[in-house]
């Protein structure tokens, strides 16, 4: 089975900041990595697919880069409502596709 | 526009089973496989199975292979997580979600999310 780990597991960061948020898998993916946003109390989000495709609607200060085993998740000019937890999943696997643990970003 | 809408909360004492629903609408329920997942309170997402309406092809995690059983209507487009001999440790929200296309890409569509309490 793939292993995702994210980190950090935590995070805070100041309004207008530029957070990165890593997550490494245990064997490569390929590109076969997706970013989802879950504010609580709610479904997750897609943001990005792909490790780089921006999902339509979501502001371009949402970026995601990488390949393989190791992704990141960049969100700059930080605003209060990013304030989530973030996952990203890899879907290589095909019909078992595994999360990470998840990054919570607080902004201050 | 593409909706899951899941069925409401539920309360249930250890032992007893189950049967959560989640209705799609707005696209071809046939054609898109169908995943279940799993949030314990506070934790991370857990992937339990996935289907695909059109043949009811299934496939479990290892992790809950035996435990819960997923199904689909296609005439009501909509499909069901069964779980069944509750424990306490089956408190969670599932969620039901649409894979974009195949069965290796992303969750594009989320349901809104069924919490389930067992509790004696």
């Known amino acids: 089975d793939i292993q995702m780990t994210q980190s950090p597991s935590t995070l805070s960061a100041s309004v207008g900041g530029r957070v990165t948020i890593t997550c490494r898998a245990s064997?490569?993916?390929?590109?076969?990595l997706a970013w989802y946003q879950q504010k609580p109390g709610k479904a997750p989000k897609l943001l990005i697919y792909?490790?780089?495709i921006l999902e339509s609607g979501v502001p371009s200060r949402f970026s995601g880069s990488g390949s393989g085993t190791e992704f990141t998740l960049t969100i700059s000019s930080l605003q209060p409502d990013d304030s989530a937890t973030y996952f990203c999943?890899?879907?290589?696997?095909?019909?078992?596709?595994?999360f990470g643990q998840g990054t919570k970003l607080e902004i201050k | 526009d593409v909706q899951l809408v899941q069925s409401g909360a539920e309360a249930n004492k250890p032992g007893e089973s189950l049967k959560i629903s989640c209705k799609g609408s707005?696209?071809?329920?046939?054609?898109?496989?169908i995943a279940w997942l799993r949030q314990m309170p506070g934790k991370g997402l857990e992937w339990v199975g996935v289907?695909?309406?059109?043949?009811?092809?299934?496939t479990y995690s290892p992790s809950f292979e035996g435990l819960v059983t997923i199904s689909a209507d296609r005439s009501s487009n909509t499909a069901h997580l069964r779980l069944g001999a509750l424990k306490a440790s089956d408190t969670a929200i599932y969620y039901c979600?649409?894979?974009?296309?195949?069965?290796?890409?992303?969750?594009?569509?989320w349901g809104q999310g069924t919490l389930v309490t067992v509790s004696s």
């Open positions: 289907i695909y309406p059109r043949d009811s092809d299934t």
């Open positions: 792909q490790a780089s």
């Open positions: 064997q490569s993916v390929s590109s076969w």
């Open positions: 707005g696209y071809n329920f046939d054609t898109y496989w």
């Open positions: 979600a649409r894979l974009n296309a195949g069965g290796s890409s992303h969750i594009d569509y």
């Open positions: 999943q890899e879907y290589n696997s095909y019909l078992l596709h595994t």
